[in-house]
């Protein structure tokens, strides 16, 4: 962690503008809107707790959606003040003012200079303005303007170069990382430069392009590598395993190859399913398969049947080597788990993961944080990154601008 954090520094009757990952999932029905899963608000209220305890008068800022650079309704934050104020038990502003005028930005100036230390307001969806998604250096300085101490503690939007988590943070007088940020830094930068072996990466999802760069990375600190999901086909076309009409992206059969290559080097043993659960007639959108079965250990998938899950074996086989791991990186469900008649082999991987209490076990964002949650085991994990492009990009290596920004200790 070479980036400062809210732990480094005194915010006592500072104005602290903190960027959150307010981009929750709205319900609109009936004239009234629901907040459906309020999962990204938890997880910055630390950082907003310890600001408030601190004294701090806090500016919260977040996008919500892709309103395209202008104001509409549907992707207004005005719900999510109102749920947040129930989630701290006390009072939270909503600023409506448009901060790209100089009237309007005075009046929220007045505003925040009036606030008590403590006190909480949340700006307007900052995907209103069009500079945002532009990093315009004009909005990035109403923002700093606002401000002493810049936070940012939307690690999901740290690898975008926006207005609001990178621009900002050049024309303040300090930014630093929120509790939130510093956790996805220690976790999936620290614990993972230097794991405790063995250390178990499981990688799922449909697409190996998706991955490529996360595989060439951890092959290099990785014991073991468990490829999963759609993926794993590409990988057994690439051996001349038989694979029926199984998802194969064609054009990275030579990718596949390399990675198998770079682990037989790098003395990592890349294991794929020896048995899968295979259909006849998988329709996504109405979430149904048809006929589905089982093939035996190394059984090819005949013409006209896909794989859409990992089978029995290939559970036990994963499960055993997660059983022995101290570190334990997932990433990428093992098969369409979003249908139920498929989910088994995802499940199976995440309970086997939560039972393994004595492994650090990272859940890399994305459908894995779904599965963990619906087999009822993210108590058990030790964390759970709330990234989902952020998450890849920095398991890839790449630096993020939204974190590069910050300052260093």
């Known amino acids: 962690m070479q980036k400062k954090s809210l732990n480094d520094i005194c915010v006592s009757c500072k104005t602290v503008l903190v960027r959150v990952d ?40 977040s996008h919500l959606g892709r309103p395209k650079g202008k104001p509409e309704f549907q992707y207004s934050l005005a719900p999510v003040a109102k749920h947040l104020s129930e989630l701290l038990s006390k009072p939270v ?17 007045q505003k925040i200079s009036s606030l008590q230390p403590g006190d909480v307001i949340l700006l307007e969806n900052i995907r209103f303005y069009e500079g945002e998604e532009k990093n315009d250096p004009s909005l990035a300085q109403a923002l700093a303007s606002l401000c002493d101490v810049y936070v940012n503690d939307a690690f999901g939007s740290a690898h975008r170069a ?45 697409k190996v392009s998706d991955k490529i760069r996360v595989i060439d990375r951890l092959l290099e600190k990785a014991d073991t590598l468990l490829i999963g999901g759609g993926m794993s086909y590409t990988f057994k076309h690439a051996l001349g395993q038989k694979i029926g009409r199984s998802l194969c992206e064609l054009d990275h059969v030579s990718t596949a190859l390399g990675a198998l290559q770079k682990a037989k080097q790098c003395g990592v043993e890349l294991i794929l399913p020896i048995d899968n659960l295979i259909t006849n007639q998988l329709n996504f959108e109405a979430r149904s398969v048809g006929n589905t079965q089982f093939t035996s250990p190394n059984e090819p998938i005949p013409d006209g049947w896909e794989g859409v899950d990992i089978g029995p074996e290939t559970i036990r086989l994963f499960c055993s080597h997660i059983a022995k791991a101290k570190t334990i990186l997932w990433n990428g469900p093992m098969g369409v788990f979003e249908i139920q008649a498929c989910a088994e082999g995802t499940f199976a991987i995440a309970r086997a993961i939560a039972q393994n ?36 990009e920095f398991l890839e290596g790449k630096n993020l601008p939204g974190v590069a920004a910050l300052n260093e200790k």
């Open 162 to 206: 926006h207005a609001s988590t990178e621009g900002v943070a050049r024309y303040a007088q300090a930014a630093v990382a929120g509790l939130l940020m510093e956790r996805e830094l220690t976790y999936l930068g620290d614990k993972l430069e230097t794991p405790e072996h063995p250390f178990v990466v499981i990688l799922g999802g449909a």
């Open 93 to 109: 502003l909503f600023s409506t003012e448009n901060i790209t005028q100089p009237e309007s930005l005075a009046v929220l100036q």
């Open 22 to 61: 307010f981009n929750v999932p709205l319900e609109h029905k009936d004239g009234t809107t629901r907040i459906t899963d309020d999962t990204r608000i938890k997880e910055t209220l630390p950082t907003i707790q310890k600001l408030v305890a601190e004294g701090a008068k806090i500016i919260l800022v």
């Open 357 to 392: 209490t004595s492994a650090t076990s990272i859940i890399g964002g994305g459908d894995s944080v779904k599965a963990v949650k619906q087999a009822g085991c993210a108590d058990k994990i030790t964390f759970i990154s709330t990234g989902g492009g952020a998450t890849l």
